[in-house]
């Protein structure tokens, strides 16, 4: 049933996404920005119960960052693909985009996600056994 409800989702942010790019007339970038929000935050939710539908939506709300040019929707889309991988147990991936947000999130100076970041990436140095790093970066969080 919870299968069913995720794709009832997606199919709804997909036709939301592309009724946002597909109109002749652009809409303002504050309209494409609300509707990147609104992908991520749909991905955060859906994190612990289905990590494949919300790596998805973390993958379209990057590329939909980059053709915008939003910073802050490109770091929080690297780390919401980087928690799925990481809930996914694909710990090389995880490390990989929870990498990329911490160093987008320091570079663009965006607290939140780089606290986010860094406590994942210390969950991540966890699991890899790397004990005294992963200390560091819960500090650091």
Do not use: C
């Not at 990329?100 to 939140?112: N, S, T, V």
């Not at 860094?118 to 969950?123: E, K, L, M, P, R």
């Amino acid at each position: 049933m919870t299968q069913t409800k995720a794709s009832i989702l997606i199919l709804l942010v997909f036709a939301l996404t592309s009724n946002l790019w597909g109109q002749r007339e652009v809409p303002d970038s504050q309209v494409r920005i609300e509707g990147i929000d609104f992908i991520l935050s749909t991905g955060h939710s859906l994190q612990l119960t289905l990590p494949d539908s919300s790596l998805f939506l973390g993958h379209q709300a990057k590329q939909l960052s980059q053709k915008l040019e939003y910073r802050k929707g490109i770091a929080n889309a690297n780390l919401l693909i980087g928690t799925s991988y990481l809930l996914k147990e694909q710990l090389d991936s995880a490390t990989f985009y929870v990498g990329k947000a911490i160093k987008q999130a320091e570079a663009y100076k965006l607290e939140k996600i780089q606290g986010r970041a860094y406590s994942n990436y210390g969950i991540i140095l966890m699991y890899l056994g790397k004990l005294d790093s992963s200390e560091i970066y819960y500090h650091r969080a």
